[in-house]
């Protein structure tokens, strides 16, 4: 489950760099102006972090973390002061306040790495949301994976980054007879080779160094339900090897262990290669890709489909404004044009951000071209903070890979984000 940040802050321009910063971490995020309005939101909503101005008009901050801490499942409480208002840090501590930032911010990095400190990693993708689509073509490949979810075939599912694999593969789940059982996900590419095998298999206590107690990998904690293989065309051959032996004996055996053990489940695999072509080269096992390939649903790209545009983008838009509490907004004829016009290499995601940022950009109840700098449109104020720090970000993506000789692991370190966040933005960036 994606953690969910409540940001609260009465400066509109504060709260909007705030929610950016946090945007691109890929959390879910809710906003208010007010503690009244942020405890409001609270009752029909729930939120993981809470991160508030200590001064606030109406009740202050603290006051904030104090009846937030009264709450049966208590959210995490960061406060945010300005410079030098540190010393009341015993009241805050009593309020349950969990870490102080002060304003200015040090640097986007900083609160990010701190945020996810408090929170754990965020998961990759929501796909909490309805796949939508209004492409006569895609709309069969959805009714095809909708066939599928009744069976217990195997599902590949192929498309460039953003186009909504993860979703489709969690609807796929959703309508399956494993519904009310474990959804369980590994990203491949993610995964150091070392770890793999125990990640996916799970190992004994003693299996190696460090194995202190037994660990059940995700094929048993997904047993009866679904278990999606994300980025699978990322795996080693070693591992290929042994993921299809799993497969073909629907059997697993843990590392250092000697007794196999049978699990029940569905697999949906995914990634963003072509499979196809890796398999005819030898870049990955023809025999596990014959497997996994009984469904295979190729999403097409947002560029070829350009009516999902006029259809996705005020849904998600609408989407984004009640979850950032902000006046409903409309997109302006010459705005959608805009968006229509654009070849949105990140697909939906990309439209999804894009929409999103337009909308705390916009001030008024339409969104004009003007609002959506990326796609050309002059921007409505002077360097508008939300474009030049994505902009600053892949600068400082692509500056930390020059200095460590495109050394994705040290790269991450140097910018203080998690390898993760960093495979998601060179994604997003299309760096390759
Ligand atoms: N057809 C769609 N309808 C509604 N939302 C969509 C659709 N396609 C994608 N999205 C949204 O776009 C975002 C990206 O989708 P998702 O994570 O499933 O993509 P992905 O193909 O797995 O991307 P990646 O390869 O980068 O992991 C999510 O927020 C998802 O809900
Ligand atoms: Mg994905």
């Known amino acids: 489950m994606i953690p969910t940040v409540l ?14 910063i946090l945007r691109l971490e890929g959390y879910r995020l809710l906003a208010a102006a007010s503690a009244e309005q942020a405890l409001s939101i609270l009752e029909r909503d729930r939120a993981d972090l809470v991160l508030t101005d200590r001064r606030l008009p109406g009740l202050d901050g603290l ?3 104090r009846r937030l801490r009264a709450q049966p499942r208590p959210p995490v409480v960061v406060l ?10 015993v009241a805050a501590v009593r309020a349950g306040v969990a870490d102080y930032l002060t304003k200015p911010l040090e640097s986007p990095a900083a609160l990010r790495r701190r945020i996810r400190d408090l929170l754990g990693e965020p998961a990759v993708a929501d796909g909490s949301g309805e796949f939508l689509t209004g492409d006569p073509r895609l709309a069969e490949l959805v009714a095809m994976a909708d066939r599928a979810a009744a069976t217990d075939a195997t599902v590949l599912v192929t498309g460039e980054s953003g186009t909504g694999k993860e ?6 789940h959703a309508r399956s007879r494993r519904a009310d059982r474990p959804w369980v996900a590994l990203n491949c590419a993610a995964l150091p080779e070392s770890l793999a095998e ?6 004994e206590k003693g299996a190696f160094t460090g194995a202190l107690a037994r660990h059940r990998g995700r094929f048993e904690q997904a047993d009866g339900g679904t278990l999606f293989l994300d980025e699978i065309g990322d795996l080693s051959p070693a591992i290929q090897a042994k993921l299809l032996r799993a497969l073909e004996e629907r059997k697993i055996q843990r590392l250092g262990g000697t007794e196999p053990v ?16 890796a398999a005819a080269t030898g870049e990955f096992r023809s025999d596990l890709y014959y497997r996994l390939n009984v469904v295979a649903l190729a999403i097409p790209p947002l560029r070829e489909r350009p009516g999902d ?4 983008a005020p849904r998600l838009l609408s989407e984004a404004t009640e979850r950032l509490g902000l006046p409903a907004r409309r997109l302006a004829p010459e705005a959608l044009a805009a968006l229509t016009r654009h070849s949105w290499p990140g697909n939906v995601r990309e439209l999804r951000n894009a929409v999103e940022r337009a909308a705390i950009a916009a001030s008024g109840e339409t969104i004009e071209p003007r609002h959506l700098p990326e796609l050309g449109g002059a921007p409505s104020r002077p360097a508008v903070a939300p474009l030049s720090l994505e902009q600053r970000e892949r600068q400082a993506i692509l500056a930390a890979l020059e200095r460590t000789g495109g050394h994705r692991e040290q790269a991450a370190e140097l910018l203080g984000i998690s ?14």
């Open 167 to 172: 979703l489709l593969a969690r609807r796929i």
């Open 262 to 277: 049978a699990v029940d489940l569905r697999l949906v695999a995914a990634t963003h290669r072509d499979l196809a072509m």
């Open 80 to 89: 945010v002061t300005a410079y030098g208002t540190i010393p009341e840090a």
């Open 309 to 312: 545009i006029a259809l996705l």
């Open 198 to 203: 125990s990640e996916l298999f799970g190992h």
């Open 63 to 65: 006051e904030l973390a």
């Open 7 to 20: 940001v609260v802050d009465d400066d509109d321009g504060f709260r909007a760099l705030l929610l950016d």
């Open 419 to 432: 390898v993760r966040t960093l495979y998601n933005r060179l994604r997003t960036y299309g760096i390759r």
